[in-house]
């Protein structure tokens, strides 16, 4: 699977964004979506994930409550609703996927070229 994210760019702390993940091939809801960020001089880290079907998702502490995974089978797209967005929050995003669940403790199997968010205090 291929994977193409888009959506990032600059905004206020408080402002909302969302990201977008368009996937290639016709096996898209046989695969775990997740999004993940980096930021200059630390590891990449896991911010959320949804389930093949969307109803399981799981996000990381550090955003529940503000982001919200969504994916649209019909569509092959993965999408990242980011609110109340904070200057920590600032970060290049990855979105990802795997045929198996996607946690923050192993590496996705297909990864995206990352998108930057850039939030202004």
């Known amino acids: 699977v291929q994977l193409q994210a888009s959506g990032g760019g600059l905004v206020q702390a408080g402002d909302s964004l969302r990201l977008s993940c368009a996937a290639s091939g016709r096996t898209f809801e046989s695969y775990f979506m997740g999004w993940f960020r980096q930021t200059p001089g630390k590891e990449r880290e896991f911010v959320a994930t949804?389930?093949?079907?969307?109803?399981?998702?799981y996000y990381a502490d550090s955003v529940k409550g503000r982001f919200t995974i969504s994916r649209d089978n019909a569509k092959n797209t993965v999408s990242l609703q980011m609110n109340r967005l904070k200057p920590e929050d600032m970060a290049v995003y990855y979105c990802a996927a795997d045929r198996d669940r996607i946690t923050g403790s192993r590496s996705p199997n297909y990864w995206g070229q990352g998108t930057l968010v850039t939030v202004s205090s």
């Open positions: 949804v389930s093949w079907n969307g109803i399981s998702t």
